[in-house]
């Protein structure tokens, strides 16, 4: 855990500052760079904050401030400030990592357990549930707008599981409850950004059902699917969040892995456990990382040689009963 920063004082003599989250946003990451984009602009006018993301999902562009999100970061500029936003590191930031490294100032906000502190000042609490509600811990909570609420719980409620992970914590709820009082559609929020699935994610994902397959007594469950499956269904991976977490729902089961084929023998992975297996450690061992209950990693091989180096380190966790 490292010292909570008062927002205050890392915008002191700012004029420009970068903000960006990791590849790939998610709920979370998309919420809390909107959320602090639009606090920033609203509280501190003297300074001009800009956000940096690869592409969010269609529905996330409800959010006030998501279309001035900037996609490119082919222009040369140096900011007063870079603030990196639920990066584990600094690879994470992806193209934006270039204003990351000529900032005269950098600023990291994370909940990433293997985050090991890469910028000039760092607010890394492993135990919130979601860097939303670090952000929300930095703001004044009597100024926090309807706009501002609906990026925060948005970010909140996707990195709980819909406050069903066991990363939720009293204060995460009591956090949850106040930005309801904002008067956001929350129910809305949930319905549109994290419950509704194209047909053709709904497609993808009884594919991976389908085919997925049980091992270790049942403790543990695979599925993976390849390039040409995916483009079969013409799907992007964006269309395959959310189906590590319900393979983890599977009676009975420990600890689910889905895996598909990002390049020509490059699988990427994400791993969800329930109760005792550290899956973060085992994303470590392979060069990724993220949290003790959910996390992923690049691995390289055939994706027999994936499955059979996962479930050898996953093995190691298990009681020798099933090992």
Do not use: W
Not at 75 to 92: N, P, S, T
Not at 133 to 144: C, H, Q, T, V, W
Not at 293 to 303: L, V
């Amino acid at each position: 855990m490292s010292m909570k920063i008062k927002l205050s004082e890392i915008l002191q003599d700012t004029k420009t500052v970068a903000i960006s989250g990791h590849i790939r946003p998610d709920g979370d990451c998309v919420g809390s760079c909107i959320g602090l984009y639009l606090y920033i602009q609203q509280e501190f006018p003297d300074v001009q904050p800009t956000v940096y993301l690869e592409e969010i999902r269609d529905s996330f562009k409800f959010l006030e401030g998501s279309d001035r999100i900037i996609h490119s970061c082919e222009e040369e500029k140096v900011y007063d400030l870079f603030i990196a936003l639920d990066a584990g590191d600094k690879q994470r930031l992806g193209a934006s990592a270039k204003y990351f490294d000529t900032a005269k100032r950098t600023v990291c906000i994370d909940h990433h357990i293997s985050n090991p502190g890469y910028a000039q000042t760092n607010y890394i609490e492993a135990e919130a549930s979601s860097t939303c509600e670090l952000i929300y811990d930095i703001l004044d909570e009597d100024k926090i707008g309807k706009n501002i609420a609906e990026a925060l719980y948005m970010g909140i409620a996707h990195d709980t599981g819909v406050f069903q992970y066991t990363c939720t914590s009293s204060k995460t709820m009591q956090i949850a409850g106040k930005l309801m009082d904002k008067g956001i559609a929350f129910t809305d929020i949930l319905d549109k950004t994290y419950f509704e699935k194209t047909y053709l994610q709904h497609q993808i994902t009884g594919r991976a059902l389908l085919e997925s397959m049980r091992l270790m007594d049942g403790r543990c469950i695979i599925s993976g699917l390849r390039q040409r499956d995916i483009d079969f269904y013409g799907v992007t991976p964006t269309d395959l969040d959310g189906i590590s977490a319900l393979l983890r729902n599977t009676e009975g089961v420990e600890v689910a892995i889905f895996l598909y084929e990002a390049n020509t023998q490059e699988y990427k992975v994400s791993m969800r456990s329930k109760s005792y297996i550290d899956v973060q450690k085992v994303a470590q061992f392979f060069g990724g990382g993220g949290h003790v209950r959910a996390s992923g990693c690049t691995m390289q091989g055939s994706m027999h040689d994936v499955v059979n180096n996962l479930t050898r380190e996953i093995a190691k966790q298990m009681p020798e009963e099933v090992q």
